[in-house]
């Protein structure tokens, strides 16, 4: 059976089963990439489908839903995300069932990915049912981020900054980065709150470096690397860069991999018993 | 038909730059964006639709609408209205059709703003016409086309060797006069072919209110904000006073204007709490009856270019034909 079938088959299995209530994966889209479904039925299973465009991280859906069954398709990368959500007690894992995906690479508009060409990670770190196949031949070049990183790295603070600058100044603000992203996961954003003194409404240079800078680091040792904040971009800004900058700093640190394990940050701190206040 | 070669028009273009703020389309992180430029040179002539609409430009991401400072209980106001002339060069006839339909709401109907206004009134429009489009372009269906010349002050045609310049407005006119033109016999090339996309009449909406289709399209919609600040139409916005500076008592204010987006989730967020549009599916069916049904009620022009963007930006392809489509099968 193909990676297709396999989803299909377990899906079908799951609700009529009623192991789960809904199944989220994908389906074929209007424009020749595949998009986020939800099944609820078994007889809508055979909307499902897996292939190279299935790029989006479904772990997002998975929030906000704690008091239901779902069953999720996912990919070595999504399943990290999966796991520090566990860590943070985002999710409950006995109310998930992962069909995880191995995985070689997915594209967007023919290109493969970023994130797939460095990617080490070709199985899930967490599943209930392993989705195998037919590994696909995909030829792995030098990825076109990894040479603009090392541009970017060798620049001098002032040239940094400026570079920065006139990404951000590009910026609509438009919160699709957060929006698509698994890890951020904030009731209310600090940068779209009503009372906020930190960063004011405006969308202006001044707010939208305080706004991407401040997710960067919010997500410092939790970000996965699935690059879909940089994905849903409608101005293509390389905003993954800078997670990826902070991810060699934790790296260089801590020797620390997000999501490889269900543990939280090594920058998080944890009041222990003593501290925390009566 | 008046012909202009393209060495010409951009000797044209680095004139008026001499004069006042030019805008055009200029590539950037591989798509284009209109920016104020310093040349012609910077100006890809075979550029497609830019990410963002002129509409930015009238109807700022950011706008200052007064400032006010407050001195021991005295409170004065400043109104802060631009009046500096600028051309904006490449602009798309759908977008031109989006500027109509604003100007239904903030010029034509009451209260007048005066900033868009000022905005209007300051800007001369050169549009250009579209030879080739996009999948996911459709404003034929909106009743408009590819070499629409609704709304622009000036049309220019690309040809093989140039360009041809039709002024529309006395504005136009005036810019045509200072342009190297001369009098050529050629044939405007035919305006390509789009797909025509069915749509629910404006009586027929109530009827859709209920269907599961809503919900069902909103499930994957993340609650970003890229299909209005995209959309040549959408002019949702926030407003909130900022403090700007503050120093031997004297307190310096602005009001600022910004946009705001139907698929937030706090939208329609009120005092106390309380949000009537609490649900995806609930603001995902806002925005189409914005368009389709609400605003023409009220302002008279479907809120729709056709301009596709919102359909190639959309990260989880939430598709404003597919839904159309879907809704008119449900109406016939």
Known sequence: MNRTEQIQETARDLLEREKVNCVIGYEPGSRGHARPAFIYKAEDVERLTWDETCTHNLVRYLLKREDEYLAIVVKPCDARAINVMLAENKLFREHIYIMGVKCEGVKVHGNLQDRCQRCTQRTPVIYDKLIDGEPATISYDTPVGEIAYKQIESLSPKEKMEFWLEQFDQCIRCYACRQACPICSCPTCLYERDDSHWVGIGIGVSEKRAFHLGRAFHLAGRCVGCNECQRVCPVDLPISMLNQKIHQEMQNLFNYTPGLSQTISPLTTVLSPEEVLP | ?332
């Open chain 2, 1 to 332: 038909m008046k012909f202009i070669t393209k060495t010409d028009l951009s000797a044209w273009i680095d004139a008026q730059i001499t004069n006042c703020e030019v805008v055009a389309p200029i590539e950037h992180n591989g798509h284009y964006l209109y920016e104020p430029i310093q040349s012609s040179r910077e100006i890809d002539w075979s550029f497609t639709r830019p990410i963002l609409p002129v509409k930015e430009y009238f109807f700022n991401p950011t706008e200052q609408i007064l400032t006010f400072t407050k001195q021991w209980g005295n409170v004065t106001i400043h109104e802060t209205l631009q009046e500096d002339q600028r051309i904006i060069i490449g602009v798309r006839p759908c977008d031109a059709h989006g500027l109509k339909v604003l100007d239904a709401m903030f010029l034509d109907a009451d209260p007048l703003d005066p900033n868009y206004k000022a905005h209007r009134d300051r800007t001369l429009l050169v549009g250009f016409a579209c030879i080739e489009t996009l999948p996911t372009c459709f404003c034929t269906s909106l009743g408009e086309g590819p070499d629409s010349t609704d709304g622009l002050d000036l049309l220019i045609t690309p040809i093989n060797d140039g360009f041809i310049v039709e002024p529309v407005t006395a504005r136009g006119e005036g810019l045509a006069a200072s342009m190297g033109w001369v009098d050529r016999e050629i044939e405007k090339p035919a305006p390509p072919e789009m797909p025509i996309i069915p749509f629910p009449e404006q009586g027929a909406w109530e009827a859709l209110f209920h269907l599961p289709i809503w919900e069902q399209t909103a499930e994957r919609c993340l609650s970003c904000r890229i299909c209005a600040y995209v959309c040549p139409t959408c002019r949702c916005f926030d407003i909130r006073d900022e403090l700007i500076a503050a120093k031997d008592g004297k307190q310096e204010f602005e009001r600022i204007r910004v946009w705001d987006s139907c698929a937030s989730e706090a939208y329609r967020k009120i005092a106390g709490g309380h949000n009537p549009r609490k649900a995806k599916a609930e603001r995902l069916r806002n925005r189409f009856y914005c368009k389709f049904d609400y605003f023409p009620s009220q302002y008279g022009p479907l809120a729709c270019t056709g301009c596709g963007r919102c359909i190639e930006l959309c990260p989880v392809n939430i598709d404003i034909c597919e839904t159309l489509n879907q809704l008119a099968e449900v109406v016939t």
